[in-house]
């Protein structure tokens, strides 16, 4: 537990607690209008009392954008770790288990989806099902599901050759029983690792979709949609640009720390 008390261990918890409060807290504190509001003789205000991380080109209040959109982004890329959790855990856990020809079929699948980069792979599926958050979902869920599937089967590959596990088969317990009661609590802790670290690539994916116009749809916040809305403001209004590429940056900061840190943890060989 040393390394949990350490300064980054303690930064990325705190980066990560202050983004889960926003998150929750934003909605019940902030009007949802308060976030598309148009106030066009206040458009790129700069940072004032009045606008604490002021205004875009329509005069919107980027603070009431931010927080909103910290919910949007983050609630995005939960649902696609969970999702990509959900399919890619039994993947592994049977390709790794049973291996041999299950083995064979499983993993040329997932390699058919490694072999395109993840956020190429979020983008032809956006573009195929269209511009929205529940494709966005789909599309970034699809995209992760291959890596953690064979981090899923490494581990349960590693778990099924345990001694234990050999025992086990010999008194006759069922294979649905081996993967429910010996495998599926052993591989747990990388799980829970990837997926806390895969969450700060979906952030990212999320915004680029955003972006390039395949993710949240106007007039929603989303961090991505405010920076690409202000790419034709940067030498006039910088903080419009600033402002959501910094939320940005805090968020895949602070949860890949938190990563690190729950690795160094979890892993039984650090212990």
């Not at 206040?42 to 606008?51: C, G, I, N, Q, V």
């Not at 269209?130 to 590959?157: H, K, M, S, Y």
């Not at 025992?167 to 690792?193: C, E, K, Y």
Request: aromatic fraction near 6%.
């Amino acid at each position: 537990m040393r390394r949990f008390t350490s300064t980054k261990g303690l930064l990325g918890i705190c980066l990560v607690t202050l983004i889960l409060l926003i998150a929750i807290l934003a909605p019940l504190l902030i009007a949802p209008e308060a976030a598309t509001k148009m106030n066009m003789t206040a458009r790129l205000h700069p940072p004032s009392l009045e606008f604490l991380f002021g205004t875009d080109q329509l005069g919107r209040d980027l603070f009431a954008r931010v927080m909103l959109g910290t919910g949007t982004s983050l609630g995005i890329a939960v649902t696609a770790v969970l999702m990509s959790v959900i399919i890619g855990l039994p993947l592994g856990m049977i390709s790794g288990y049973f291996g041999g020809w299950i083995d064979n079929i499983l993993m040329r699948l997932v390699d058919t989806l490694l072999s395109f980069p993840a956020l190429l792979l979020a983008l032809t599926i956006s573009a195929v099902l269209g511009p929205n958050t529940q494709n966005t979902i789909i599309a970034i869920g699809v995209a992760f599901t291959p890596f953690l599937a064979r981090i899923i089967r490494g581990e349960a590959l590693r778990v099924a050759q345990m001694p234990y596990v050999e025992a086990a088969r010999a008194a006759g317990t069922t294979d649905t029983r081996m993967l429910i009661r010996h495998v599926l609590p052993n591989i747990v802790p990388p799980v829970i690792v990837q997926a806390t670290i895969s969450l700060a690539f979906a952030i990212l994916a999320e915004a680029g979709l955003s972006f390039l116009g395949l993710g949240t749809q106007p007039p929603a916040a989303s961090w991505g949609l405010m920076i690409q809305a202000s790419r034709d403001y940067l030498d006039v209004a910088p903080w419009t640009a600033l402002v959501p590429g910094g939320a940005v940056a805090l968020t895949v900061l602070g949860l890949n720390m938190f990563g690190d840190v729950l690795r160094d943890v979890l892993d039984p060989r650090a212990r």
